[in-house]
């Protein structure tokens, strides 16, 4: 029997597609149902599931695998929860168990490849194409993880894309304003997220500064500005932390970017600018954060104590500054001399 070769479009698509086709592009493309099978026996393609097809020799990669189960549950199938996270290169998700979802009632069709999520409505603008893979956008995300996850990793990946700029604040926002006309699930943590930081919000440049926020947070001192333009008469530059009251400003020096003599260098160039122009400057370690925590409250507080005695009488307004707290560091970070966590003040 005389074999009929893939088309070229159906190749092409497989192409574009990490080495995938759907058989309804091949059947509408004229390849009868005999001669597929024929294709698949003589190894000219292999059959992954009833509607999809695998060029052979191509790449068995994470992206194949989830575009597969994309294609599988179609039509209006996209990659969403951790997969989603992951292809959006948010750190600690998996591409595997491919989760999928789609809008319910559009198909019966069920699916093998992946764990399959099916919701009220996708809208269009909620979804996108991310390397040739149907997924949902960074927004509709945030709200699946606001919805699956503890709502402090779910924070913690919104940054993460916030600071990427996958999302912003107004996106976020209008994102709100359409999923509110559905009541979907994680929606009040996602709207409590986002009011608590506010469509100007400037997420932390990295897990160091998240860490050192949460130090300071824990010793009950109040919140620092995170990566503010800063200097005198003239602009001296972006400065980690600065206090939202006092010249107080605070440079978390990592190990992999403040350790060549040329960023020493620098740093001490711009540091010794901010404090000809009034400001106390804390510098503190990468191993102070994470592991010398009580280190960094005693130098802030004694910072504090120095921005304060330099301030004219009428610069403070507003509540009082908290009384600063000893602590005692134990292996979960810090408890007070009584062994209670501190109360933020």
């Known amino acids: 029997m005389s074999t009929v070769p893939l088309p070229a479009i159906v190749l092409e698509i497989a192409e574009r597609q ?4 759907l058989v309804h592009a091949a059947r509408t493309a004229g390849v009868t149902r005999e001669a597929l099978r024929h294709a698949v026996r003589q190894g000219d393609a292999e059959q992954l599931t009833a509607r999809v097809l695998r060029l052979p020799g191509t790449p068995r990669t994470g992206h194949q695998r989830v575009l597969a189960a994309v294609l599988d549950a179609s039509p209006g199938a996209f990659a969403c929860g951790h997969t989603a996270a992951s292809l959006w290169g948010i750190p ?14 559009m198909t019966g069709r069920r699916t093998r490849l992946a764990v399959l999520h099916e919701v009220k409505s996708l809208l269009p603008r909620h979804v996108t194409v991310l390397e040739a893979i149907p997924i949902v956008r960074p927004e509709r995300l945030a709200l699946e993880l606001c919805a699956s996850e ?14 990427r700029r996958l999302l912003s604040g107004r996106s976020l926002r209008r994102f709100v304003d359409d999923a509110s006309v559905h009541g979907r699930g994680g929606l009040q943590v996602l709207r409590t997220l986002l009011d608590d930081r506010g469509d100007d919000y400037v997420p932390p440049a990295s897990n160091l500064e998240s860490r050192f926020a949460a130090v300071i947070a824990r010793a009950g001192l109040p919140e620092m500005r995170r990566q ?26 990592s190990e992999r970017y403040h350790t060549a003599l040329t960023d020493k260098q620098a740093d001490r160039v711009r540091l010794a600018a901010l404090r000809a122009a009034g400001f106390v400057v ?9 592991h010398r925590p009580e280190e960094v409250v005693r130098l802030i507080e004694g910072a504090r104590r120095a921005g304060l005695r330099n301030l004219p009488r009428n610069w403070l307004s507003g509540p009082p500054i908290p009384r600063q707290v000893p602590w005692e560091r134990d292996s979960a970070g810090f408890t007070s001399p009584a062994g209670r966590p501190a109360r933020r003040q």
């Open 18 to 21: 990490h080495g995938l086709a």
């Open 92 to 105: 600690g998700y998996r591409l595997t168990p491919v989760h999928v979802t789609r809008s319910r009632g």
């Open 150 to 163: 503890y709502p402090l990793r779910a924070a913690r990946a919104v940054d993460d894309m916030w600071r």
């Open 228 to 253: 503010v333009d800063s200097g005198g008469d003239v602009w001296v530059g972006r400065v980690d932390f600065r206090d939202a009251r006092l010249p107080l400003i605070v440079e978390v020096q």
């Open 282 to 290: 804390v510098e503190v370690t990468e191993n102070q954060v994470w």
